[in-house]
């Protein structure tokens, strides 16, 4: 049998990552996924310990006094993957972006299937191409892994629309779930507030994909560089320094603008690097999801703008 066939590849990921996870999960995925599965059920006045994101903006302003949203909570919870894969995803020096985004999806749904629990997916090229309704099992989330790969983008003419695909998933999501939006972000601007109203109504997590290639230039001499979105071609010399520098600032302001859109959309954002090890990039997610919780729990300030440290650019954002 083929080692990389869907199977073959989930069942190497259930043994070296899954069961892992699994352990140190225990069960635990109310913490991890605070606002899957909940309705709205009563709102009552804001107190000094509750997450602001269950702040209802609508009737605070009519009433002039903050007030939160309460939920009940549903046995079952579902979680969408919003699946970015456009022509930038396909870059990877080490490998590409789409094979670490097919391996978290692969990882993520399975952990959540194994406790009847479900998911769905949406497959974005240059448009919404498949929308793959929400289910649970084995057989499912093999289903997913090979519609991923299968998966072909012709073509584009013009950068990725990602707001497009934010703003077609919202009314395609009945009710209350997990979202996991898995984009490396190179996109036409837009995208910020399509993903401001998803994460109005759901609990949204923005996985980040990027190269290491794509933050700085090695010296390579003269290369020939071709834009993955709308196949443009052009010859550089990344000898020169100033070339270099341009590239970097550049890169620079995209990580600023990114960061501001992500900040402003006041989602959490998990960042996958092409080179990074998943089990580790999880469980550190696993650990500070935990302890976000803790923070939002036992008072002070929220822990959605608790100032986490810089030095790691691999863990967790929170907006």
């Known amino acids: 049998m083929n080692d990389t066939t869907p199977d073959a590849v989930l069942r190497r990921l259930e043994w070296t990552v899954i069961r892992r996870l699994d352990g140190l999960l225990q069960g635990d995925y109310r913490t991890l996924f605070r606002g899957a599965g909940l309705d709205l059920a009563d709102l009552r006045e804001y107190q000094h310990h509750d997450d602001v994101r269950h702040i209802d903006w609508n009737v605070t302003a009519r009433l002039q006094q903050p007030y939160v949203r309460q939920f009940t909570e549903d046995r079952e919870l579902t979680a969408w993957f919003l699946l970015d894969l456009s022509g930038s995803v396909d870059f990877g020096s080490a490998r590409s972006k789409r094979s670490v985004s097919s391996e978290f999806v692969a990882v993520l749904a399975r952990l959540l299937t194994r406790h009847g ?21 084995r057989t499912h989330v093999l289903h997913l892994m090979q519609r991923m790969r299968q998966h072909t983008t012709p073509q584009a003419k013009a950068q990725t ?3 497009d695909l934010l703003q077609r998933a919202a009314p395609l999501i009945p ?13 036409s601007p837009g995208w910020g507030n399509a993903l401001a109203q998803l994460a109005q109504r759901h609990e949204v997590l923005a996985v980040r994909l990027y190269d290491p290639l794509e933050m700085a230039l090695p010296d390579l001499g003269m290369v020939t560089m071709q834009d993955a979105e709308t196949g443009e071609q052009l010859l550089v010399d990344t000898h020169d320094p100033g070339f270099r520098a341009r590239f970097a600032k550049a890169a620079d302001q995209q990580e600023a603008e990114l960061r501001t859109g992500l900040t402003r959309a006041g989602v959490d ?19 500070l999801r935990r302890q976000r919780s803790r923070l939002a729990a036992g008072g002070g300030m929220p822990g959605h703008l608790k100032p ?5 650019r691999h863990e967790l954002r929170v907006a």
């Open 117 to 137: 629990n479900r998911v769905g997916a949406m497959l974005y090229g240059n448009a919404l191409d498949e929308v793959l309704p929400a289910r649970n099992g």
């Open 161 to 163: 629309q990602l707001q």
């Open 175 to 187: 009710r209350r779930s997990t979202v996991f939006v898995v984009s490396d972000f190179i996109s």
């Open 269 to 287: 954002a998990l960042e996958l690097s092409t080179d990074d090890d998943l089990v580790n990039t999880l469980m550190r997610f696993v650990e």
């Open 308 to 312: 986490l440290p810089t030095e790691d």
